[in-house]
């Protein structure tokens, strides 16, 4: 069974800028403090073996890996606190659109309109523009 923190370690990718892809990278955001630590060649699916072997080393690993993630997940947090939610935003694209949203409703812009009665920035659909339009068009005809 999935935990939350593993939900959110696999989910990491989509979180983070582009380019930053493993958690290593991630670490490297946030400094020298959360660098991974480098188990070698127990990195291959040793994991048990590295372990048994060096269990210090294990616990020291797993450790940093949750450090890393709890830092980014707190900061992903306190980004999303900014726009009014709570909790970690699904991506980041979805992050800037709410931010956008916000600031476009403290200056009181609509957002990109292609009609005064259509709201594409508070959600309207333009179908119900073009149902509108051929609904006038064949009105005309009539």
Same mark, same amino acid.
């Given at each position: 069974?999935?935990?939350?923190?593993?939900?959110?370690?696999?989910?990491?990718?989509?979180?983070?800028?582009?380019?930053?892809?493993?958690?290593?990278?991630?670490?490297?955001?946030?400094?020298?403090?959360? %660098?991974?630590?480098? *188990?070698?060649?127990? &990195?291959?699916? #040793?994991?048990?073996?590295?372990?048994?072997? =060096?269990?210090?080393?294990?616990?020291?690993?797993?450790?940093?890996?949750?450090?890393?993630?709890?830092?980014?997940?707190?900061?992903?947090?306190?980004?999303?606190?900014?726009?009014?939610?709570?909790?970690?935003?699904?991506?980041?694209?979805?992050?800037? %659109?709410?931010?956008? *949203?916000?600031?476009? &409703?403290?200056? #009181?812009?609509?957002?990109?309109?292609?009609? =005064?009665?259509?709201?594409?920035?508070?959600?309207?659909?333009?179908?119900?523009?073009?149902?509108?339009?051929?609904?006038?068009?064949?009105?005309?005809?009539?």
């Amino acid at each position: 069974m999935l935990s939350d923190f593993d939900i959110f370690k696999n989910k990491l990718d989509i979180v983070a800028p582009q380019g930053v892809k493993s958690l290593a990278a991630v670490g490297s955001i946030y400094g020298e403090n959360y %660098k991974k630590i480098d *188990i070698g060649s127990y &990195r291959n699916g #040793n994991m048990k073996k590295l372990l048994k072997d =060096k269990p210090s080393l294990f616990e020291e690993y797993a450790l940093k890996d949750s450090e890393i993630t709890l830092k980014h997940a707190c900061q992903m947090e306190e980004v999303f606190l900014t726009v009014d939610k709570i909790g970690i935003p699904l991506t980041l694209s979805s992050l800037g %659109k709410l931010y956008v *949203i916000k600031e476009w &409703r403290k200056q #009181n812009y609509l957002g990109y309109q292609v009609r =005064k009665d259509i709201m594409i920035a508070r959600g309207t659909l333009l179908t119900r523009y073009l149902t509108n339009y051929i609904e006038d068009k064949a009105n005309d005809r009539s």
